[in-house]
């Protein structure tokens, strides 16, 4: 009876978190920025993770976070670093996702190194939160949360959660992640980076319930940036050669994001800002002439020299448009133009911003008195 007790109370923590945040996401208005990152180090002090002959994971990812740390710094002076942990101190799980929702991070890593009772298996994997597929992606997730034992208070600060529990295991990473895309995109990044590096092999992108990643209200991550276990990875993940690599790719790979993520910001506020000066107001007649999923600039030389060109986004697609005005006369004259340049072009309209039938469309300019 407890038991169940204890599993709808993360049920409903889960949900309340996931709303809360799900609507709290980025501000349509303000241009998002990705200014603040936290690094998370995993472990350290009392709890020295993973322990091969090679060296000890408490160790190895403070190296690599802090090479990070100073990558990220020297390069985009712009960006806000923030450590969980600077030197070899412990820090519970609970408290590394609340300094990151404290700064109001932007993104949050937490790096690790893998072990396996094999000395075989090697190569590095990124997770992001969510429902593991394999049973060998449970067991990571598993093996990271184990270190809440050695917290003091961890029954109330996870809410009940057993990291022995299968069950517990599972019911708690089907927590929804508002912020899955991003993570995923940054996640894919890093591989793309560490697949770069000859000395890793890239064991892919993949999900599982880590205890680090349930609360943090931004896109989040951890890394498991090699095998500690395994001879190759052993030596080049406590070699600094290897951790300077380590760092350097995952920097990339925020770089990278950054850029792609603030640039995705401008143009969709742009496009925002065109659409709303054009199409959001009252009556307006225009022709649609391509839809795509291509993002084209809305420049005259990418359309037949037209310059009143606009575009509108749905979902993925984009749909470009030419002219904007009232009068459906001046639409029809405007579309014998351009209907010699895009034969597939035709005539549309919207109503305050929402689009309507011709017919309609004629009905509200008829019924404004203009006709
Ligand atoms: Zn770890």
């Known amino acids: 009876m407890l038991k169940i007790q204890v599993n709808i109370n993360i049920i409903l923590f889960t949900l309340i978190f996931y709303f809360l945040y799900a609507f709290n996401g980025f501000s349509q208005d303000e241009l ?14 009392k709890d020295p993770g993973a322990l091969s002959q090679y060296g000890k994971e408490k160790d190895v990812v403070l190296a690599i976070g802090l090479k990070l740390r100073k990558y990220i710094e020297d390069s985009l002076p712009d960006v806000n670093v923030i450590m969980t942990r600077n030197k070899d101190v412990f820090v519970e799980l609970y408290r590394r996702a609340k300094i990151a929702n404290e700064n109001k991070a932007d993104l949050f890593i937490s790096i690790h190194a893998n072990s396996n009772k094999s000395s075989s298996p090697r190569g590095s994997e990124t997770y992001v939160m969510g429902l593991h597929k394999t049973e060998a992606n449970l067991a990571v ?3 990271e949360n184990q270190v809440i034992l050695q917290e003091s208070n961890y029954q109330q600060e996870y809410d009940g959660f057993d990291p022995n529990s299968p069950e517990g295991n599972i019911i ?4 929804q992640n508002a912020y899955l895309t991003q993570s995923l995109q940054m996640a894919d990044l890093i591989q793309k980076h560490f697949r770069r590096n000859r000395m890793l092999i890239d064991r892919g992108v993949k999900q599982a319930g880590f205890l680090v990643l349930w609360k943090t209200a931004m896109p989040s991550l951890l890394v498991e940036a090699g095998f500690i276990s395994n001879k190759i990875d052993g030596k080049y993940l406590t070699s600094s050669q290897g951790q300077d690599s380590i760092a350097l790719a995952i920097f990339q790979a925020f770089r990278e994001y950054k850029n792609t993520i603030e640039s995705q910001a401008i143009e969709d506020n742009k496009q925002q ?13 225009s022709i649609q002439i391509l839809t795509t999923k291509k993002n084209i600039p809305l420049q005259p030389e990418n359309f037949h020299k037209f310059t009143d060109i606009y575009k509108k986004k749905y979902n993925d697609w984009i749909k470009y448009y030419i002219g904007a005005v009232s009068d459906f006369d001046a639409i029809t004259d405007k579309y014998k133009i351009v209907k010699k340049y895009y034969k597939d072009a035709f005539v549309v309209a919207f109503n305050n911003g929402e689009k309507i039938s011709i017919r309609e469309a004629k009905k509200i300019e008829k019924k404004s008195g203009k006709k």
């Open 172 to 175: 708690f990473s089907l927590y």
């Open 32 to 45: 998002y920025r990705v200014n603040t990152i936290v690094i998370d180090p995993g472990h350290g002090g």
């Open 141 to 143: 997730a598993k093996k």
């Open 273 to 285: 800002k065109e659409t709303k000066v054009n199409f959001n107001k009252g009556l307006i007649f």
